[in-house]
């Protein structure tokens, strides 16, 4: 992030300090913020030099915010939101169900005149906006009470897998959990900064590359607006907000990129008898399923196979009980294997995710023709987590710790990959591969295979250094914690 970006999220995150004291959350913020910015770029976008009509109700626009003041400026921005709720295209997804948290009308009035309106936001870089939201949505994402942790995905972990993926101009993009857009918005920096792009693939990339889908109201609003500071704004948002998982949506795609919501349990989205929506624990049960279960990540799994088109390529940040579940798991990992190139994975340390004690895998995988024989040859496997200690605050996972693994991957030819680890000579590489009669013999078809001597168990030398220690620990007993509000909740029910 640049100085300016970074001055812009100071700036307008100190001001979120004034608010917390008020009782606003980080993401009531961040939200707030959403609305303003938009009415204010979308009436900068209506002066010279842009001169664009604006599809903003002139009554309810950003100059209607600057002419009022005290509680008639309340009662008329609650207004706009309810009614810019109702419009349709991107409009409609960031002002759905818009609410103002921001109850003392003196600091809504400071928050647009002196903060929002006093930037032109339109002249900013789009990486310079993009930065400055980014950042925003990070420092919302480090407030773990606050839950957001879990839509936010850490960037260089994005980088990483994009470099492996390498999309091109042509490309079909869909993120069907897409939470804040990084992967969407990753894959487009990508495909603009390594291609010379004519206006028709500049178009395609602007209005037909990108798909993405959320289910939660808020996630999905910042998602859409991260989207647009960052220089995309089609005409009808890419992304939807729904379950992914309730249908096929018989759209298909090139390339999925996505990291769904970790917890097991998967929610379908049901009316009650009050006409309002609410969640129902249920077993996914779809044609194009191999397996009917609860377990969200499995149906996840299967939902981005039906989503790739032939020959088309994945990435799915999965936890471990994908790798080693018996039943179902098990029979989707004999499947995809069969029916699927499975030709990579890699295992990720603990302390990368804001969501605490998570402990996930990324893995990538081509859908293929039907076959009679299985399409994985050789599953490899790097393992980043063996001997690793990454915390967010103290040690956060760069891209430059993916360097090694994004050489390994071998982007350019897959057929030519080397492992790194070898018993006699090399016992501590981290890059090995597996064939598939050795993974379809292991017991329940368990693809949680490791290698690496663990160093802290030899020798207590080698120990993390203590702040570490006790961030795994508090990690690990937020995760414990988690798994028995889970229990507990089931038992209620």
Not at 115 to 123: A, F, P, S
Not at 275 to 289: A, E, L, N, S
Not at 307 to 315: F, K, P, S, V
Not at 317 to 324: G, Q, R
Request: proline letters at 5%; charged letters at 30%; glycine letters at 6%.
């Amino acid at each position: 992030m640049n100085n300016h970006s970074q001055q812009i999220v100071q700036k307008l995150w100190n001001y979120c300090n004034v608010l917390r004291d008020d009782g606003m959350s980080y993401g009531d913020y961040v939200e707030q913020l959403t609305y303003l910015l938009f009415l204010k770029m979308a009436d900068e976008r209506s002066q010279p030099p842009f001169d664009k009509p604006s599809s903003i109700p002139k009554k309810y626009d950003w100059n209607s915010l600057l002419s009022k003041d005290g509680d008639e400026l309340e009662v008329h921005y609650r207004h706009c939101l309810e009614q810019l709720g109702k419009l349709k295209g991107m409009l409609g997804i960031i002002f759905r169900k818009a609410q103002n948290k921001i109850q003392d009308p003196a600091k809504l009035r400071r928050l647009i005149v002196d903060l929002i309106d006093k930037e032109t936001w339109l002249t900013l870089d789009a990486d310079v906006k993009g930065d400055a939201y980014e950042g925003l949505l990070q420092k919302n994402a480090e407030d773990v009470k606050g839950g957001a942790g879990q839509y936010f995905t850490p960037r260089s972990l994005i980088e990483g897998i994009i470099d492996c993926m390498r999309p091109g101009p042509a490309v079909t993009i869909c993120d069907p959990a897409c939470g804040t857009g990084g992967f969407l918005l990753a894959a487009h920096s990508y495909v603009s900064n390594h291609n010379k792009l004519d206006p028709d693939q500049k178009k395609h990339l602007k209005f037909d590359a990108l798909r993405g889908c959320e289910i939660v109201d808020n996630t999905a609003r910042l998602c859409v607006m991260n989207l647009y500071l960052h220089g995309i704004d089609p005409d009808d948002s890419p992304v939807e907000v729904d379950d992914s998982l309730k249908a096929d949506p018989g759209d298909r795609f090139s390339m999925v990129l996505t990291n769904p919501p970790f917890g097991k349990k998967s929610s379908v989205s049901v009316v009650n008898d009050e006409g309002d929506m609410q969640k129902q624990d249920d077993t996914i049960v779809r044609d194009d399923f191999w397996a009917s279960t609860k377990n969200k990540q499995l149906n996840f799994v299967q939902h981005v196979k039906t989503l790739l088109e032939i020959n088309g390529r994945a990435a799915v940040v999965v936890p471990d009980n994908v790798l080693f579940e018996g039943g179902a798991g098990e029979r989707v990992r004999r499947k995809l294997l069969h029916e699927c190139e499975v030709h990579t994975l890699l295992r990720l340390p603990t302390g990368v995710f804001y969501a605490q004690g998570v402990k996930a895998n990324v893995l990538f995988f081509d859908r293929k023709p039907a076959s009679e024989k299985p399409w994985t040859k050789r599953v490899w496997i790097y393992d980043l987590r063996t001997n690793m200690h990454f915390t967010l605050k103290t040690n956060p996972l760069s891209r430059s710790d993916l360097d090694e693994f994004v050489k390994c991957f071998n982007p350019e030819n897959r057929n030519k990959r080397r492992a790194t680890w070898s018993e006699d000579k090399k016992p501590d590489g981290r890059w090995r591969g597996f064939d598939y009669d050795e993974i379809i013999k292991r017991d329940k078809v368990s693809m949680d295979i490791f290698w690496l001597k663990d160093e802290s168990l030899e020798d207590s030398a080698n120990l993390p250094d203590p702040d570490v220690i006790a961030e795994e620990i508090v990690e690990d007993l937020q995760a414990a914690l988690d798994q028995f509000a889970e229990i507990s909740n089931d038992l209620r029910k």
